[in-house]
């Protein structure tokens, strides 16, 4: 039997709408897909109707499949001769563990094919109405995950990244926002920058809270994940940027400085 392929394919930050065309065509021809928690359900409809659809997903505070059993899955349907569409949330090699992966597969002779996805990083600001770059404002910007920040040992460098570019963007980071709040202000970063909170981001049931680093923790108290963290001056471009707000029942945000305290715009 000829061995299969595997497709390491990005579903995009939520909307299924911003799915890749290579992504589509490939899921569309898929004989199984294998999916993460993020994906939109939307887009499993987009496979053939005799796919296998296998649930690999991971969410915090529950039973997980380990990476290890994953990688298997992969390989024993490529093996099998199948064309496998593994689908993660956002870009696979963006904090997805894609690179495992790839890796596993590469060491197996699997074929193996990458398709970039827009990645929530990017995407969900963007639908926030916040820019990571803009020439007035931020030059630079990086992007950490949220889980290095209660780690007695973190590979980030919170003291230099407190002030090292001019835009963070936080992902996996909403249960870590003290500990990142704390961080940020501890190596420098000025109490008064704007921070926001986007739960949900590039869906229906987008929010986005508005503070600044001193009152973001209180005000996002309710929030859930998923979640994104961007913190620099461009947050408070969202006043003006906000497109999605306005186009339903998404994207309420809530303004926390003096002249907008208490006010909402759906």
Avoid at 6 to 17: K, S
Wanted: charged share 15%; glycine share 10%; hydrophobic share 45%.
């Amino acid at each position: 039997m000829t061995s299969g392929k595997v497709f390491l394919v990005g579903a995009g930050p939520g909307d299924p709408g911003l799915m890749t065309v290579r992504g589509l065509q490939l899921l569309r021809a898929a004989d199984v897909v294998v999916y993460d928690y993020l994906v939109n359900p939307v887009l499993l409809d987009e496979a053939p109707p005799q796919a296998q659809r296998i649930f690999v997903g991971k969410q915090a505070g529950t039973h997980s499949i380990a990476q290890c059993e994953i990688n298997e899955v992969l390989i024993n349907y490529a093996l099998q001769g199948y064309q496998v569409v593994r689908l993660k949330g956002g870009d696979p090699f963006v904090f997805g563990r894609g690179g495992e992966e790839a890796e596993a597969l590469a060491n197996t002779g699997i074929a193996i094919e990458f398709v970039p996805g827009v990645s929530s990083a990017v995407a969900v600001p963007a639908y926030a109405g916040i820019p990571l770059t803009h020439r007035n404002y931020a030059s630079s910007f990086a992007v950490v995950t949220g889980h290095e920040a209660i780690k007695s040992k973190s590979s980030v460098d919170w003291a230099k990244l407190a002030t090292a570019v001019d835009t963070v963007v936080i992902l996996m980071g909403l249960h870590q926002l003290p500990s990142i709040v704390a961080q940020l202000m501890a190596h420098g970063r000025a109490p008064g920058t704007p921070v926001a909170v986007i739960e949900q981001g590039t869906t229906p049931r987008q929010k986005t809270v508005i503070g600044t680093l001193t009152d973001i923790v209180g005000k996002t108290a309710a929030l859930k994940a998923p979640a994104l963290i961007v913190v620099g001056t461009v947050v408070s471009l969202t006043d003006k940027l906000d497109w999605f707000a306005g186009t339903g029942p998404a994207g309420t945000t809530y303004f926390s400085s003096a002249e907008d305290a208490g006010a909402e715009r759906s």
